[in-house]
């Protein structure tokens, strides 16, 4: 199964601290979703919203026992649901994958997540600090 990635896992330091499995991965496009910050952390969650996308990165044919620690990774804060993700490196071919939708929309800040400053303040905290799949 094919999953899209839009926060903290998009990142190969965050995504191996949770998965065992080594996947190839690719730039994908989530259109119909917004990314938002959440108050109080540093991840980010997502909910539908029309004419809205999400650039995040799909990780291909993700091994049932995977799928299951991203399950127990995202916990009661998220659902899976199946979707489609264009890839533009392929000239916007959609595959199916799989995404974590956000549940609690009172938690959401009205601004989108800031990729770049996870990067810069999160990032290295959550490989250091974080290991064995908890959250940052």
Do not use: C, K
């Not at 091994?63 to 804060?77: I, N, P, W």
């Amino acid at each position: 199964m094919n999953v899209f990635t839009y926060g903290s896992l998009m990142y190969p330091q965050v995504w191996d601290r949770v998965v065992r499995g080594r996947y190839r991965s690719a730039a994908g496009l989530l259109q119909g979703f917004r990314r938002r910050a959440l108050r109080g952390v540093s991840y980010p969650g997502a909910i539908p919203e029309a004419n809205a996308q999400i650039a995040g990165r799909v990780y291909f044919d993700v091994a049932a026992e995977d799928l299951a620690r991203l399950d127990a990774f995202e916990a009661s804060e998220y659902r899976r649901d199946a979707v489609f993700v264009s890839l533009p490196a392929e000239a916007g071919r959609a595959v199916p994958a799989q995404v974590y939708v956000y549940l609690d929309a009172s938690r959401m800040d009205p601004q989108d997540w800031d990729a770049q400053r996870f990067e810069r303040e999160h990032l290295a905290g959550f490989v250091d600090d974080h290991a064995g799949g908890s959250r940052p």
